[in-house]
């Protein structure tokens, strides 16, 4: 479920304008009133149109009124006929004719009349005017509002490093029985319709009795108003206050409808209360058809300096589970200065089932652990920073985890010294699981090393002395355990940069050849004895080959005596620098054999590492090649691979297909796309399985349509979730104009499973509870 920014049908007369993000309480700017009154002091100038009259600066509060024939009484009236145009700053008002009380300031028009101020268009046959006040009356008028929408983007797009793109801007555009002006920048009409769709015929509309838009305190208000769509009237709304300009506004948000093998019917009916600029609040009543109403509750803050969020779902009693079951998510985050800043990340939910029974977000089903820390932290872009972190983790698997209990961590880092780096992180943690081994483990590694960097290439030898020490007082199958392991590290790493210039066809390019050797020196230790905490062997790769450490994490650190050596080739446009084509081939030898392992791991003892070998690049045109190999020299067969290709002619065109395979473990096959098909129609959708086992991982089909000014998309999502049963949604969702959406979108979910998947409207919501 997502929340949609308007109140129900009714904000759509606000010209698609979403809610506001939360900010920070600060001091109110001046009035304009000041502003306005300046103004009073306006003069008028009268003239008479002539044929190509030369341009002249005009004053910015004069009346300027220009015609075809004037006539009337200097300093009283103007009576201008043909062609007039009446212009006073950012309005001008054009008609066939125009009677203009210059004592009351009063200006009739008549005919074809035609009010422009800023980029508000009003057409009708007459108007009644007082220019300098800009109020006045419409008669039976159509008109066109123009303003933008601060764009929104997803936050798996913010992760990727996206930026915000450029506003969007909505037309809205409707006729009424009157239009009454009120200001700059206020309107009072009377039986309105709205809608932002640009046919005579509009495929949906929004009609109201009485409808205010007050675009100096961003907000509106309507009065009997009804949704039609098709023709149809499909949503009333007797008073329905909304936000304008991207302003947040207290009331009733659109439901969201959503139906799923697990859930049954699932309906939402959100209420937004805007309480203060800086923190609101969203109660979301929930109705699960198959196992009851669940309340769910989201408040917000932000105040200088902090920011934080408390998210509550409870369902007294589920009919199929047969107790109550609840859920919390509290996350705040504050800056305390001079460097220093805190965290606190409590999540829990009542039983290890909460999300493949109840998540609203089909990806929360796949969830193994959830997160319970606190944490402060110092980073004043000095040569140290630290932190302190308490940890406890809720398992939904049944597998227990460590807790942390507390956990400081520390780096002292020098990058420049006389061409040395000076380095040195440091860790105490404290481990706690009820059925293992628990206790303190310190580490300290201070390293040095010298960066010999030039043009073509580099040289970095390294030393460090990694010191760990364990001091474990309950243990499962032994006594207490003070044990200490230092182990002396050296490497060197160098690296040389070789390019020519080349051609591809007509394209200018430059061609790289980027060799690189790397030597590690581990001694031997024997560390059986030692408890594994946090350590699990690393995937083999080509980051894990230029790596000191065949696992991650502190408990076990691999004895080594081995060179890698990797070659990378690259074709770069020569005119921007942007890469077409990546190859590269990695290879590793090993002068001893492994003798540090985990419990139950087979040590190595070829000489020969496995081979790696990728391509990535643009083999054709739209169309993008990757590859991926890591093949066994000794016993002649392939470990690894991935290849994958995908085709992207053009926006909302994208067709891609992979294999992965690793042996004994799964051989993945990945299908998806999205492309127009007929009359606006778009198919989308995705395959993913191992076809190994003949196991469905994912299955996603989906349709949309875009009308031009509305949207409609339907899908339904196969997932295999954490206790190997399938979870079956299905979506169907309708946007209007950019302006409002109902139903239950699956766009975040077509967007994170279909690489290059194009969205055909623009967002207009933010997520609360149940962004897919």
Sequence with gaps: MSRPNLRLALPLLACGLVAAPLRAAEPAGYSISAFRAAMAQAAVAVTVRQPKPPAAPKEHTATVVTADKIEGQQDVRVDASGRVVVERDATRLDADRVQYDLLSDEAVATGDVVLKRGTDTIRGPRLRYRVEEQVGEFETP?????????????????????????????????????????????????????????????????????????????????????????????????????????????????????????????????????????????????????????????????????????????????????????????????????????????????????????????????????????????????WFSGSVLTQRIQSLTGSPQYNRLPVMTGLAYLPEVGGFSLKMPMEAANFHRSDSDQGWRTYVYPQVAYNFVRPGGFITPKIGVHATRYALQDRVSAGPLDESRVLPIGSVDAGLFFERDSHIGHRDVVQTLEPRLYYLKVPYRNQNTLPVFDSAPMDFGFAQIFSENLYSGQDRYANASQITGSVTSRLLNAENGEELVRGAFGVRMYFEDQKVTLPGETPRTEQLADLLGAFSGRVLPNTTLDLFAQYNPRDTRMERGTVGLRYQPGFAKVASASYRYQRQSYTDVDLALQWPVVNNFYVVGRVNGDIRTDKLTQAIAGLEYNGGCWVFRLAAESLLNTSGAYTNAYYFQFEFGGAISIGNSPVSLLERSVVGYGRISQPVSDPVFGSQ
């Design 142 to 382: 159509t008109y066109e509002i123009v303003r933008k929408r601060p764009a929104r983007v997803s936050k798996q797009a913010i992760s990727a490093g996206i930026t915000r793109p450029a506003d969007v801007t909505v037309h809205g555009h409707g006729q009424a029985e009157s239009i009454e002006l009120e200001g700059e920048n206020r309107y009072h009409l009377k039986n309105a319709t709205f809608t932002t769709c640009e046919a005579n015929d509009p495929a949906w509309y929004v009609k109201a009795k009485e409808l205010d838009l007050d675009f100096d305190r961003n907000v509106g208000d309507a009065t009997h108003g009804t949704f039609h769509f098709g023709g149809l009237p499909v949503m009333y709304a007797p008073a329905a206050p909304f936000p304008l300009s991207g302003e947040r506004r207290s009331g009733l948000l659109a439901p969201t409808i959503g139906i799923s093998n697990v859930t049954g019917l699932d309906v939402t009916l959100p209420y937004y209360l805007n309480l203060a600029p800086n923190y609101d609040d969203t109660l979301v009543p929930r109705y699960i058809a198959r196992r009851g109403v669940q309340l769910n509750n989201e408040f917000r803050y932000l105040k200088p300096g902090y920011v934080g969020s408390l998210r509550t779902e409870y369902l007294a009693r589920d009919e199929v589970y047969g107790e109550s079951r609840s859920a919390v998510s509290f996350i705040h985050d504050q800056q305390f200065g001079r460097g220093f800043s805190g965290r606190v990340n409590y999540n829990a939910v009542s039983d290890k089932d909460y999300f493949t029974d109840l998540s609203s977000r089909v990806t929360q089903t796949s969830t193994d652990n959830l997160m319970r820390e606190a944490s402060l932290s110092y980073n004043a872009g000095s």
